[in-house]
DNA sequence: TCCATATATGTTATCGATAACATATTGGAG
DNA sequence: CTCCAATATGTTATCGATAACATATATGGA
């Protein structure tokens, strides 16, 4: 930068201010800079700026896995709404646990980023204290936490998936089963399956039928397969709700095979509204959960947030809701 | 630190010796000094670290959209390759954009990255005179440009569209469409079409017949409505390849619903041996092309790089290819 | 026993920018 | 023509760690 200064003729504030916009500087003075930056070939170092500005413009975001694309979809959520503010996107992907997320917390942490948002509200106890001795604005989206660090942004997967219940009862289903993942490790896959037993006993059916299969995320293949198990245990089952659209349409592809009709022998239903639910032949019933939005919102809620800490008031605690909807198709 | 340092009764060289493996430092002191950190809450501020030390652990990557589960697969096998050498991957999406890409490379630049992966070897003067000096190692990935600014792991799109249509000429399809695009922003797109083009003059067909279709990426909506439009302007068409599993699956749909006989009536390719194409019924030929290891080898020649860079010893340039291979399934 | 080497810790200067404050310049109202 | 406020630029100290060098202590072989 001093070099750049040199060449312009100026001190390295001028420089400086010349490279922010919203700084009182001469326009013939600013582009003589310019013309010295292109010149040289410099390239300001933020790392600098930021240990003196104490902004890093880092935002951390943590999410269960990049090879999903209700996650990627949230990414792109937060990146589009982040668009041009200057802030900056450090993802990190937990693997659906939590001890991996209290690591990379720390590591995100080192890099005093603006503000954390995790996926999911459960952490392990030193991930929850770090998050909570943070000191910047913290986020826990897609899940509703019985106590959240601070703000929040999601719906309730066991509500979402409890109208799903109600909504196959009402087209005159009554053996419904649930398949899932093995392991509690993704809350989101628990939080739905509680869903599914909530609404089957709110309907007053008795008889629950789960599967498990696999540890989260479930891929089509393992869905299909988990159909196989499926109708093998229980061939009366009616209707099968899979914790996700990917498993679902693994599911649809196995009856296709096995020359069983849908939805007159068996409906099948998804959950998150991927592409593939649509697209399929036949379309696959699901519970469409915005995730872009979530991701959206949470990055507005950030903007505000961050502004806040920066001009030194910060927000109040916010919890917003997106919304959800069954989407009924083909395949019930 | 300093505080840290008073507590555990040590300067705060040693505290910074403390959380960096590899210093010579006595066993009880790292443990006194770890216990101040734990009871004060401290968090190392990796910002004024890399200021001095000048190495910041970041790596950026550009990819041209998240919501691809081929680049995803690609970040995933980057993030797997570096997991455990404190490198730390900033990830930007250009969308299909080389000007966003320029201005994505000069904002990277300022945090000081260690090394910078980019999608595809086309880039704006700008970026590559950027690329070109920015004193760390660069890798282009997915293609194999022309005129490699330094390292390149991928393979030749072109070519590997080519076997396709080989396959598709020796399997007795004469009449072979190609659904893409309908702009060139896609540079892995556009190399597809040209190795469909370079394909079919190899086989001595001299009709080519090219459905363009939405911007990239092309959804399996779109690849549907493509499908729709070829059989209506050329009826006669044997075989479809499609510019991604995605829109190949968008077109088999879309068969199903006409009730177009897969292979029989029209057979239908994709590209980059997403899940769907596996799960599909019929499943779907494809092109694999390991996007996994795309990443995975780039993390792993980064690691040599960045080594080489930090120890003063720059390494060669190198050229990686990744191989690919038809894959055969039900659906020509 | 003694010195050479390895190990453990401290001191000082510095990384490259920006905040905070100080100063110079400009433009227009009176 | 002043003079004040707004605008433009400069000076100095500092952000929080680590490199480089200096020093102290332990270890072991001749």
Redesign the interface.
Known sequence: MMDVARTAGVSTMTVSRALKDGSSIADATRKRIMRAIDEL?Y??????G??SSKR?GFVAVLIPS??N?NF??T??GL?DALEGTGL????G?TDYSIEKEETLI??M????PEAVVVTGGKHTPKGR??LE?AGIPVVEMWDLPTKPVRHVVGFSNAEAEEGLVKFLYKKGYRKIAFIGGTTNRDTRGADRRLGYERGMAAMGLKETRVISFGTPPI???QG?EALSKLVDVWPEVEAAICVSD?SA??AV?EC??RGLAIPSRIAIAGFGDF??S????PSITTVGVNCYQIGYQTGALLKRAIEGERSGKSIAAETILTDYAVIPREST
């Open positions: 070939g390239v300001l170092d933020q790392s600098a930021s240990l890093t990049i090879n694309s990627a979809d990414a792109r990146s900056q996107i450090l993802l992907y720390e590591s942490l080192r890099r005093r204290r770090f001795n891929t089509m293949k299909g990917l349409f693994g592809t296709l095979r592409e593939i649509s697209c399929s032949f």
